[in-house]
Nanobody
Framework: QVQLVESGGGLVQPGGSLRLSCVAS????????MGWYRQAPGKQRELVAT???????NYTDSVKARFTISRDNVKNTVYLQMNSLEPEDTAVYYC?????????????WGQGTQVTVSS
């Protein structure tokens, strides 16, 4: 059974920083592309960042140069370091695990962690 458990969300002032963590179990973590998505109230869920098995990363334009995704294959954990946070970053952040395409497995999701950026 796949389980993704996020942590690290909270309330932060504009310009502040947070680090999100997502611990995975029930998967061969090193084989999975990991990602962070977010969903703000009244909006669709959107991609924030992904990191491949080869440690290549990709970011949505609005977070480039502010957010950094990383992974630790020993701890089965993916991180999202968020700096220079803006009110527009307020959302529920979800961890995503994507299996290799050849495995034909659906994506797995965490339960989400709330990030609120407000003064």
């Amino acid at each position: 059974q796949v389980q993704l458990v996020e942590s690290g969300g909270g309330l932060v002032q504009p310009g502040g920083s947070l680090r999100l963590s997502c611990v995975a179990s029930g998967i061969i973590f090193s084989f999975y592309t990991m990602g962070w998505y977010r969903q703000a109230p009244g909006k669709q869920r959107e991609l924030v960042a992904t990191i491949t098995t080869g440690y290549s990363s990709n970011y949505t334009d609005s977070v480039k140069a502010r957010f950094t995704i990383s992974r630790d294959n020993v701890k089965n954990t993916v991180y999202l370091q968020m700096n220079s946070l803006e009110p527009e970053d307020t959302a529920v952040y979800y961890c995503n695990a994507r299996a290799p395409l050849a495995w034909s497995r659906p994506d797995s999701w965490g339960q989400g962690t709330q990030v609120t950026v407000s003064s």
